[in-house]
């Protein structure tokens, strides 16, 4: 089975002057989840080529087993620099979709057409998707085939308000993940600050931090039917 992991290409913290981009530990822990568990793994990118790391996510306090892991694998590091372009990715060859956090999603993936389009068909074919700790803000934007909102009535999770406000970027950040999903209609639940904490509902997975990026990739995998 093979899993297509999404990651963002935006590079630039708003106006700050400060960078961002993914999050390491949410792509290391559902990487070697899936990899763990037998699955094929390929990356996309909206740029392709090596997406942008979030600095803060590689300072010392930061740093988990996974993110070790990573760090003294090279095939990992290699896959991770040559991701391919997102507008030639075909959802067809792929049978679970899976989006990493990060602050970088907030401006690029969540008004990528390719992206949208990609979540839209693997929902609508029930495949799994997986979205960890900001993407699932991306979810905003995803249509029914009635053009109605996939997540009105859903139950989802996310970065929530207080966990960006203990970031102190609740001013900065395009939208706050809590509001622009309740929004549009989503049932937004959500755990004590950095708790691990994930929600099903259908074909959708969602995790509300870093801390649970892996059990969001299990719970991909257990709609796969491999868990």
Not at 214 to 220: D, I, P
Request: some cysteine; glycine content about 10%.
């Amino acid at each position: 089975m093979k899993v297509l992991m999404v990651l963002t290409s935006h590079d630039q913290l708003g106006d700050t002057g400060k960078q961002t981009g993914f999050w390491l530990e949410e792509f290391a822990a559902p990487w070697y989840v899936f990899k763990d568990a037998g699955l094929n793994v390929v990356l996309a990118s909206p740029k392709g080529g090596q997406p942008p790391l979030d600095p803060s996510s590689d300072l010392p306090e930061a740093q988990t087993e996974s993110t070790a892991r990573f760090r003294h694998d090279a095939c990992a590091q290699q896959a991770l620099a040559n991701t391919q372009r997102l507008d030639s990715v075909d959802a067809g060859h792929f049978d679970a979709l899976f989006l990493p956090g990060g602050h970088g999603p907030l401006w690029d993936l969540t008004q990528d057409p390719a992206c949208l389009a990609l979540i839209e068909n693997m929902l609508a074919n029930k495949k799994p998707v997986g979205a960890v700790c900001h993407a699932p803000g991306v979810l905003q934007h995803v249509k029914q085939a009635d053009g109605t909102p996939w997540v009105a009535g859903k139950q989802v999770t996310g970065f929530t308000n207080a966990e960006e406000q203990a970031v102190g970027l609740t001013t900065v950040v395009p939208y706050l993940v809590e509001e622009a999903l309740t929004a549009q209609g989503a049932h937004f639940k959500q755990a004590a600050p950095w708790s691990v904490f994930t929600l099903t509902d259908g074909y959708l997975v969602t995790g509300q931090n870093p801390a649970s990026s892996a059990a969001t990739a299990q719970q991909v995998i257990a709609l796969l039917g491999h868990g």
